[in-house]
Nanobody, 126 residues
């Protein structure tokens, strides 16, 4: 059974960068699209990015486009989210999640992601 574990969060000043990791175990990610979501206190969960199986396409929410980059390494069974030019409004718990698919070249942020990690806190503050 697939399990996901996020890491890499922390406290960073505005304008700084972090690289979040989503490490998978229990199964390879060969048939799973991966999404990154975030939830700030008092706000609804937001889908910020997803990546297809073949790395053929990625989605970014408008709020993060140009600042966030998602990537995956099948050999390491890991997906990363590089986040640059951090803003205070990026403060949230970041989760990675997956869904099984045979569609290799597309991902969908609005989908029934059925496996979730425990989250990693990102705090942007001076």
């Amino acid at each position: 059974q697939l399990q996901l574990v996020e890491s890499g969060g922390g406290l960073v000043q505005p304008g700084g960068s972090l690289k979040l990791s989503c490490a998978a175990s229990g199964s390879t990610l060969d048939y799973y699209a991966i999404g990154w979501f975030r939830q700030a206190p008092g706000k609804e969960r937001e889908g910020v990015s997803c990546i297809s199986i073949s790395d053929g396409s990625a989605y970014y929410a408008d709020s993060v486009k140009g600042r966030f980059t998602i990537s995956r390494d099948s050999a390491k069974n890991t997906v990363w989210l590089q986040i640059n030019s951090l803003k205070p409004e990026d403060t949230a718990v970041y989760y990675c999640a997956s869904y099984f698919t045979t569609v290799r070249s597309m991902c969908f942020i609005r989908y029934e992601y059925d496996t979730w990690g425990q989250g990693t806190q990102v705090t942007v503050s001076s």
